[in-house]
């Protein structure tokens, strides 16, 4: 059974750094795509960033562009998001999720499997 795993979420003050954490498991093709998510309250979820499962397809959120990094470590089945430069807009409950296939997108009608989500609050 597929899993995903998020953590890394926390509180942290404007301008600080957090790096979150997708640990994978269960999916068993060499091909898929692994995004990140988030959703503040009283908003629409919207793509952070994505990466397939070469690393060979990356795309961010424009308003993330130049602060926020994918990478992956196909050894440990984990995708990484470092964010720096956090900003209060950035606060959102964010998800990673994966969907079968080579073609990144950030849309979220696209992902097949969900984590359970890590709070990120930015705030003084």
């Known amino acids: 059974q597929l899993q995903l795993v998020e953590s890394g979420g926390g509180l942290v003050q404007p301008g600080g750094s957090l790096r979150l954490s997708c640990a994978a498991s269960?999916?068993?093709?060499?091909?898929?795509?692994i995004g990140w998510f988030r959703q503040a309250p009283g908003k629409e979820r919207e793509g952070v960033s994505c990466i397939n499962s070469s690393g060979g397809s990356i795309k961010y959120l424009e308003s993330v562009k130049g602060r926020f990094t994918i990478s992956r470590d196909n050894a440990k089945n984990t995708v990484y998001l470092q964010m720096n430069s956090l900003k209060p807009e950035d606060t959102a409950v964010y998800y990673c999720?994966?969907?079968?296939?080579?073609?990144?997108?950030?849309?979220?009608?696209?992902?097949?499997?969900w984590g359970q989500g890590t709070q990120v609050t930015v705030s003084s």
């Open positions: 269960g999916f068993t093709s060499d091909y898929y795509t």
């Open positions: 999720a994966l969907r079968a296939g080579f073609t990144s997108s950030l849309w979220h009608g696209q992902y097949t499997y």
